[in-house]
């Protein structure tokens, strides 16, 4: 079945991408190629492909079958596809973590859609999945990325030295990070 989780005042919801979802997710990634490459690794031409693109949303359903991540779109109310918002390296056991991470149509930065998207992908985080903490690690010249952590309620942590490959050099990154119990309760999302 598939989720939907909405957030009406900003007008957006986000579900998990399904294979329907390939060409509106390729049409997305082209569109922002170059806005995008300095926060993101080199990717090899290909990946910017419907079948790449469709590998991928393959490979996140399988994970999210498995429990091991879940990656939604970033939608609209009229169903158009804008961003990306992913759970990932979820662990179990004595952890109970998972990493998040995200990207928005260059477009429409700044209109709260992303903060609103993080804030919906917590509640489906800690109250479906029952995690315990929530991580997410950015860039340090990231600004907008930085508010809409610290929009959300995550507190820095700090500084991982050279710790992801963004745009062919390993980069310091500054983490952050937020618990279940740090969460101020709100009213539950509307979920389809």
């Known amino acids: 079945m598939p989720i939907k989780l909405y957030n009406n005042t900003q007008g ?7 294979l329907e979802d390939t060409d509106e997710l390729l049409n997305l990634r082209l569109r922002n190629k170059e806005q995008h490459q300095p926060f993101e690794p080199l990717r090899e031409e290909d990946y910017f492909t419907l079948e ?8 996140r359903l399988e994970d999210s079958r498995q429990d091991k991540g879940y990656m939604f779109g970033i939608f609209l109310l009229d169903g158009q ?26 477009a429409l930065q700044g209109k709260g859609y992303t903060s609103a998207a993080v ?5 489906f985080a800690f109250r479906s999945l029952a995690l315990h903490r929530v991580q997410a ?14 929009k959300n309620g995550f507190q820095a942590e700090g500084v991982a030295r050279r710790f992801i490959k963004i ?6 990154h500054r983490t952050y990070a937020i618990l279940a119990e740090d ?8 979920i389809q």
């Not at 957006?12 to 399904?18: K, R, V």
């Not at 745009?167 to 310091?172: A, L, P, S, T, W």
């Not at 969460?183 to 509307?190: C, M, S, T």
């Open 52 to 59: 790449s693109q469709q590998q991928l949303i393959s490979q």
């Open 137 to 150: 690690s950015i860039l340090l010249h990231n600004t907008g990325s930085r508010r809409v952590l610290e």
């Open 81 to 106: 596809l804008i961003g990306q918002i992913t759970i990932s390296n979820v662990v179990r056991g004595v952890g109970q973590y998972a990493d998040i991470g995200y990207f928005i149509d260059s």
């Open 119 to 123: 804030g919906l992908i917590l509640k």
């Open 183 to 190: 969460v101020v309760q709100q009213a539950e999302p509307n």
């Open 12 to 18: 957006i919801y986000i579900s998990l991408l399904q």
């Open 167 to 172: 745009n062919g050099e390993f980069q310091d």
